[in-house]
């Protein structure tokens, strides 16, 4: 399987809708996945952080993975997200999540219990040893509170079940350094939409975006055009959506990009708690917004 080629461009994490019940919305997810399909989006992202995962029950998580696959009906891959910062549970939760028509998983670093690099090194190595599925690493400090160094990512990048990862330190040089001493068949994609353009620059093969949501067409061809070289035309479209960027994550992801697709009709503008909607300036602001 050439990962590199299946996991470049833009891959989207997608947000999990919720009804005004705060339920689950499976006609506002079925419009989503069309709608991030047809816009041109390589490959979906469920049960990510921007799909609040955090939030939702493992009977709620079953459900929506067996009903992406469903809606997606293989017109492009599927990656579930399953991390955690329980190594134990993770190994139970791949064991019991339905991952037979997954492409891959996406494990984020264990967060709170901020492990060494050498406990960060084990944690992975345990997954990948039991996955049935390829593991995509995610390291995003911002929320775990502790950085996957370089070092550490290229000794996981050597195990045979890791293919890749999603890079959200946001450390330019850090990543220049995955990417220069990485195996040829490891792939590293952006974490970071307001980066993602600098950052195929430097040879990341594409990004798992949360804008992607509301501009999937924009922001696919974005990176697309990346991809090919042609970065001054890129830079139009990059340059146009950098308010928008700003606004989704102003107060929380993924309270700014609903407020977007909220405005699309594509969603009710519904969180779970702790997270809540974006305040009223804010989402002004976003009313406001035109690409």
Same mark, same amino acid.
């Given at each position: 399987?050439?990962?590199?080629?299946?996991?470049?461009?833009?891959?989207?994490?997608?947000?999990?809708?919720?009804?005004?019940?705060?339920?689950?919305?499976?006609?506002?997810?079925?419009?989503?996945?069309?709608?991030?399909?047809?816009?041109?989006?390589?490959?979906?992202?469920?049960?990510?952080?921007?799909?609040?995962?955090?939030?939702?029950?493992?009977?709620?998580?079953?459900?929506?993975?067996?009903?992406?696959?469903?809606?997606?009906?293989?017109?492009?891959?599927?990656?579930?997200?399953?991390?955690?910062?329980?190594?134990?549970?993770?190994?139970?939760?791949?064991?019991?999540?339905?991952?037979?028509?997954?492409?891959?998983?996406?494990?984020?670093?264990?967060?709170?219990?901020?492990?060494?690099?050498?406990?960060?090194?084990?944690?992975?190595?345990?997954?990948?040893?039991?996955?049935?599925?390829?593991?995509?690493?995610?390291?995003?400090?911002?929320?775990?509170?502790?950085?996957?160094?370089? *070092?550490?990512? !290229?000794? #996981?990048?050597? $195990?045979? @079940?890791?293919?890749?990862?999603?890079?959200?330190?946001?450390? &330019?040089?850090?990543?220049?350094?995955?990417?220069?001493?990485?195996?040829?068949?490891?792939?590293?994609?952006?974490?970071?939409?307001?980066?993602?353009?600098?950052?195929?620059?430097?040879?990341?093969?594409?990004?798992?975006?949360?804008?992607?949501?509301?501009?999937?067409?924009?922001?696919?061809?974005?990176?697309?055009?990346?991809?090919?070289?042609?970065?001054?035309?890129?830079?139009?479209?990059?340059?146009?959506?950098?308010?928008?960027?700003?606004?989704?994550?102003?107060?929380?992801?993924?309270?700014?990009?609903?407020?977007?697709?909220?405005?699309?009709?594509?969603?009710?503008? *519904?969180?779970? !708690?702790? #997270?809540?909607? $974006?305040? @009223?300036?804010?989402?002004?602001?976003?009313?406001?917004?035109? &690409?």
């Amino acid at each position: 399987m050439n990962y590199l080629q299946q996991f470049s461009g833009t891959g989207v994490a997608l947000v999990t809708p919720f009804d005004t019940n705060n339920q689950v919305d499976y006609t506002a997810l079925e419009t989503i996945i069309n709608f991030v399909i047809e816009g041109g989006v390589n490959y979906i992202v469920t049960l990510g952080t921007t799909g609040e995962s955090a939030t939702l029950s493992k009977s709620e998580k079953t459900a929506i993975i067996n009903f992406t696959y469903e809606k997606v009906a293989n017109r492009v891959p599927v990656v579930v997200g399953i991390g955690g910062n329980n190594t134990n549970e993770i190994i139970e939760d791949l064991k019991n999540y339905p991952l037979d028509k997954a492409a891959a998983v996406l494990s984020v670093s264990p967060y709170y219990n901020k492990p060494s690099q050498e406990g960060i090194f084990q944690h992975y190595k345990a997954i990948a040893a039991v996955s049935p599925k390829p593991v995509i690493l995610y390291n995003v400090p911002g929320r775990t509170n502790k950085n996957i160094t370089a *070092e550490t990512t !290229l000794r #996981l990048a050597a $195990l045979e @079940n890791i293919i890749g990862i999603k890079e959200a330190s946001g450390d &330019f040089e850090q990543c220049m350094e995955i990417i220069k001493n990485k195996p040829a068949d490891f792939f590293v994609v952006s974490g970071d939409d307001g980066l993602s353009l600098a950052q195929v620059a430097i040879g990341m093969t594409g990004v798992i975006s949360v804008a992607a949501n509301a501009f999937p067409k924009e922001f696919s061809t974005m990176i697309n055009l990346c991809l090919q070289g042609n970065f001054a035309e890129a830079r139009t479209i990059h340059f146009s959506l950098l308010k928008a960027y700003h606004l989704m994550f102003a107060e929380n992801n993924p309270a700014g990009v609903k407020a977007f697709m909220h405005q699309k009709g594509l969603l009710a503008n *519904e969180l779970r !708690l702790p #997270l809540t909607s $974006l305040s @009223n300036g804010l989402n002004e602001a976003v009313k406001a917004f035109k &690409f």
